[in-house]
């Protein structure tokens, strides 16, 4: 029982306990948050006044101290919030150190290294294999063997609000001659889970798929904008480039492992079963549910339990040829799609190519136009036996720079 | 005329002067050096003893402060180099800064952003796309649109000396039923070139073709090690991923961009011509030769200046869909190989596919083999009428991790 007076259905009891990064219009320095009710408090701030040892690694204007302190210390970092949002005895000393979440800006909370995005769900990887080589088998052969991935463009990875710029590039329709330069024509998003690495791991040596917890410190929502006629003409055969390093958005609230366990589940199923380094112990599968809105209107809701690969699979395929990792990493699961047409996580599925317009605010859509808004949200079981919230991941397309 | 002893050939002359990142046995902080000679000079030193107002920019303990500092103060720089190693007035004070580079451990010269590696050589992209593909026409339609290229991971680039452990991961061979996990039976390296980026650029922005210079700060050797045997497996369709990440090296100097205008030379010739955005107006290519020796032994002489795309159209590319550049980030040229056999870059051109072998000490050899060692040594036309040196990257397999 929390001294806090939160209302029953709140995304963000002391189960979820999501860590952000703030400031105020009145102090604008970057502080570590956490999000309980319609309220963030100052962890550093908090951790001092209970005489934590732990407040030094978050005072320091990013999440990235408390990324790289390693399990031990979000473990117990964690059980301190408890314990102060608990012990009435704190409440007078912690009440100042809540502010309105309404009135803070949000941040990028950590410094992100390398960017690696997934396609790890069986339905999106079989829809754009239909949509992108109509005369071939839509899965690739080795779909089912390895969590197929590639690298994303860190430096282009933005926190939820930031404008995405219609990105420009050379697009040409299978009909063309010849390529043309312009605005992409069908800017699309996908809706994703990213997962964020805390404790690293050194070149040579790997992560197996049983230590996901030691490692992960996280999971955002993420939208990978992508520019579908940029990424068709430029993707064989090295994989997509321009279609995507424009812009990666990721929501401001950090939600720690340790509040997904109510949301674990098995994985739908894998078959063939999948070589020994990628067969977990334990599952990790997640019942994320993610919602879709597109300038408001619901479009969408991808399931995030449907996903074949799971983020332990994903972490120890990465790390299998002995990459390293570092603290700030972070990969994304790929799209998000269930077998349902309005499961579906990226337009051009849910248009199927543009041939097949959705309704949003009364007009028939296929791509976003400028000024277009998306915002993805997601929720999942909490430990408490209620629900708790990823926040969401916001943004607007404005048009193209001259 | 120098003050300093330097022999008449010596590749590091005045007119190349490259910075790296070195510490001594018995001084292990980290100090930005330049190469002049057989010695390395203290750089930060050498500036202070000379009042000059950039001594601080170098005295961070990596090369990240005169990267940041942009071209301008690159440009001073060198010029108070220039002055200083010239003007016998500062002997004195100058020769107890030069130290033996025997002597010094040189180590990775700045912080990794983001690494994208291209793919601009016609005859490596001809080559692989016959060995991938060996149904197909080699080239994909986009190949002479755009520089092709896909993002690397930056957190595994490591400085030359760095051994190189043999990755494991999937492999399946097109006649076998599935894949099995295991060592690289195919290891490999791509000679390359690399460009650092200095001066970044805001996201929504682009860097024009012309704008090179005032961007780049300069080059480095880059053997960008592939597992041939992961890579085919993983590579459809989103690109290159574990065959790649486990390690590319650089060497440890940075050659200034401004010591390689003697080797400014005409592309080859581009057909048809490539959209506005890539058309400059000043020549990049680049007569840089590189030299492959295996086990000591030169097995190859790659020439840059038959790569089909210049750095400039690589970075004007990379950044036309508003994707943001930061200080440090890194892009390749991907394999530089020419028209004849003794000009590949990679030993699975030079072996085709490993069908014929190369003598290698007396031994018939197609792949790595643990403790194979690579030297890839790179030299340019300099200013003053003689060659500069890029130095060497080096890398020794050793074996896979248990």
Not at 268 to 290: C, F, H, M, S
């Amino acid at each position: 029982m929390t001294w806090l007076d939160l209302p029953d259905d709140t995304l963000f009891g002391l189960d979820n306990l999501p860590y952000g990064l703030f400031s105020t219009p009145t102090d604008s320095r970057r502080r570590v948050g956490v999000a309980v009710g319609d309220q963030v408090l100052d962890l550093a701030a908090a951790l001092a006044a209970v005489g934590s040892t732990h407040a030094e690694v978050v005072d320091s204007g990013s999440l990235d101290g408390l990324l790289a302190a390693g399990r031990p210390a979000w473990d117990a970092v964690r059980a301190e919030l408890a314990d102060l949002l608990t012990d009435p005895a704190r409440a007078e000393s912690i009440r100042p150190l809540l502010l309105p979440r309404s009135g803070v800006h949000l941040h990028l909370p950590f410094t992100v290294g390398d960017y690696v995005d997934f396609y790890a769900s069986e339905h999106h990887a079989t829809n754009l294999g239909r949509l992108f080589r109509p005369d071939s088998e839509p899965l690739m052969p080795n779909w089912k063997h390895l969590p197929v991935g590639y690298h994303g463009r860190g430096g282009t990875v933005v926190v939820s609000g930031t404008p995405v710029v219609r990105p420009c590039g050379q697009r040409k329709a299978p009909d063309e001659a010849a390529p043309t330069y312009g605005p992409s024509r069908r800017l699309d998003i996908e809706a994703e889970l990213g997962f964020v690495v805390g404790t690293g791991s050194l070149q040579g040596t790997r992560i197996g798929v049983d230590d996901l917890a030691d490692h992960v410190f996280g999971a955002v929502i993420v939208n990978d904008w992508s520019a579908r006629d940029l990424q068709a003409w430029e993707y064989v055969p090295l994989g997509p480039h321009l279609g995507k390093s424009f812009a990666t958005s990721i929501s401001p609230w950090v939600v720690p492992l340790a509040a997904l366990e109510a949301a674990r589940v098995p994985l739908p199923g894998q078959d063939p079963e999948p070589l020994e380094y990628l067969r977990g112990r334990e599952d990790w599968g997640l019942d994320v549910e993610l919602v879709v809105a597109w300038n408001g209107e619901e479009v969408s809701r991808p399931p995030y339990r449907e996903m074949y690969w799971s983020p332990a699979q994903m972490l120890a395929h990465l790390t299998v040829n002995g990459a390293s990792t570092r603290s700030g990493d972070l990969y994304a699961s790929g799209t998000v799609s269930g077998p349902r047409r309005e499961q579906r996580g990226a337009f051009i599925e849910l248009t199927w190519g543009g041939a097949e317009p959705v309704t949003v605010q009364g007009e028939q859509r296929t791509f976003l136009a400028d000024g277009d808004e998306v915002v993805i949200s997601a929720t999942a079981p909490g430990v408490g036996g209620g629900r708790i919230g990823f926040g969401e991941v916001a943004g607007t397309v404005v048009p193209a720079a001259p």
